[in-house]
């Protein structure tokens, strides 16, 4: 591999480095979102949280939960991908 494309390469592991820091910044708001909607529902009297405000939560904190899980697969791509780009580099 000549200097020219091992320069590409490296500058492409910078866009993914930034990328998995943006994405790392929406996981951790879309956590304290989480955070709180669980607050919320741990707050409300036992009349709410056993009816349509408690089911409404349960299901935004598990949808919050899922997107968490999303986004821990999407930085694990990320990371796949960057160590897959340095090998290449090295070839």
Do not use: C, H, W
């Not at 020219?4 to 866009?15: M, N, P, Q, S, V």
């Not at 909607?37 to 939960?65: C, H, T, V, W």
């Not at 991908?81 to 340095?86: H, N, Y």
Request: glycine share 4%.
């Amino acid at each position: 591999m000549n200097d020219a494309r091992r320069k590409a390469i490296t500058a492409l592991i910078g866009e993914l480095e930034e990328l998995k820091a943006k994405v790392e910044d929406v996981k951790s708001q879309a956590d304290q979102l989480k955070d709180e909607e669980q607050d919320y529902r741990d707050a409300m009297p036992e009349s709410f949280a056993q009816g349509e405000k408690g089911e409404k939560a349960d299901e935004a904190i598990n949808k919050l939960e899922e997107a968490d899980s999303k986004l821990d697969e999407v930085i694990s791509a990320i990371d796949d991908a960057v160590s897959e780009l340095d090998e290449a580099k090295s070839v």
